[in-house]
């Protein structure tokens, strides 16, 4: 009789474990981090308690010169809940925007996009989601424009 309420228990505690997991919000596939696992949905930026998911589809070559390449791609907010965990984030889907970045097309860099002109160079551990996400953003631009 023991045993029946102890594989009883287990089995109870085993339901109520898997109806209240959450479902991850990100997820990560070869080093980069995807909103809800959809490899259209690169995590760009991650900064403190606000990240950001690029929608690649919407990529597209703004403007392009001998010198720099402007790329324009949707984007949507995520707010990160707690102490920051990747699996714990409210995503603000609502709130679609247009965002841009720079490419310098001699050496092939990131730069962010001030006031309609490059501004900073997009380098470093810090801004490792963003290194990730503008050359698959570029990638996907290019296919997108053909």
């Known amino acids: 009789m023991r045993q029946i309420v102890l594989v009883t228990l287990f089995c109870l505690l085993s339901v109520t474990n898997t109806a209240f997991a959450q479902e991850k919000v990100f997820e990560e596939k070869d080093g980069i981090t995807y909103y809800h696992g959809d490899l259209n949905y690169p995590v760009w930026s991650m900064g403190n308690r606000v990240g950001a998911v690029a929608d690649l589809s919407s990529a597209y070559i703004v403007e392009e010169n001998e010198k720099w390449r402007l790329i324009g791609f949707l984007s949507f907010p995520?707010?990160?809940r707690g102490r920051g965990e990747n699996g714990d984030a409210i995503p603000l889907e609502?709130?679609?925007?247009e965002c841009w970045f720079w490419q310098k097309l001699k050496t092939g860099e990131y730069f962010f996009n001030r006031?309609?002109?490059p501004g900073n160079k997009v380098e470093g551990n810090a801004f490792v989601h963003e290194l990730a996400a503008y050359q698959m953003l570029l990638?996907?631009?290019q296919i997108n424009m053909q």
């Open 94 to 97: 609502e709130e679609w925007r």
């Open 115 to 117: 006031d309609g002109y």
């Open 139 to 141: 990638d996907a631009a």
């Open 78 to 80: 995520v707010v990160l």
